[in-house]
């Protein structure tokens, strides 16, 4: 097995926010809409089901983590939780809260077009109070 | 507690292939993709975390087997996952099987306005294999 590489492209498009139990937490930079992007620390797992049953169980935790913070902060109109990657192959789970006022709604945010830069100062509120609601994730 | 009812824009949409552990089967009726989707059999439940931590695992292993079901099958270049439901809130999975040549990729299904309907023969036999192979999920 090789080491965890985050893909470039993950990485360029978004900000860590915390370590869950198997994944990297990071926020998007697309400020339309709070969306995380959990990311399992293993090489090469593209599928869920290539996780061992173990890592699936795990995985889940942090997204059941990261969407009950996600309702928390941002108190959506609705949740909405992917695996999709048919462009960036590299495992990763969108957890993206969703507003019945938001620029997509009610089409998914991928493809919509839908963009927006975070202020300096917005990004910096947004990383701090997912940074501390994440890092309460509780153990097994 | 109420009982299940299916709504009935996902009912018109699909039809019944199976009975998971906790989830309805069901096959799209868009034929541009092999598209099922997994319905809790649980009332009033719209988000992923509504379920109780004991239905959230017996919903992932329900997943898990329908992506296998999809990937055995179909052999796609990608699975596609995500719980969205911002237009019907009953809580549904998509697991939709995606190829580098269908008339969607790189993007998402949903909102693509791709769309085909599968001959009466076609139908049947999608059916068929789909309830056959679904039908083997193992028991916990």
Chains 1, 2 share one sequence.
Not at 23 to 52: G, Y
Not at 79 to 105: E, K, S, Y
Request: charged share 25%; net charge negative; aromatic share 8%.
């Amino acid at each position: 097995m090789t080491d965890f590489i985050l893909d470039p492209r993950l990485e360029a498009d978004s900000v860590l926010v915390g370590d869950g139990r198997l994944t990297q937490f990071r926020l998007h930079r697309n400020a339309a809409f709070p969306w995380l992007l959990l990311i399992p620390r293993r090489a090469s797992v593209s599928e869920l089901i290539d996780l061992t049953e173990d890592e699936q169980k795990i995985l889940w935790a942090d997204i059941a983590w990261a969407s009950a913070v996600m309702q928390n902060l941002y108190t959506p109109k609705k949740l909405n939780v992917a695996a999709i990657g048919n462009i960036v192959p590299q495992l990763h789970v969108h957890v993206i809260a969703r507003f019945d006022n938001d620029g997509a709604w009610p089409h998914p945010v991928w493809n919509s077009g839908i963009k927006k830069d975070y202020a300096d100062d917005e990004l910096d509120k947004a990383v701090s109070a997912l940074k501390r609601a994440l890092a309460l994730e509780p153990a097994v």
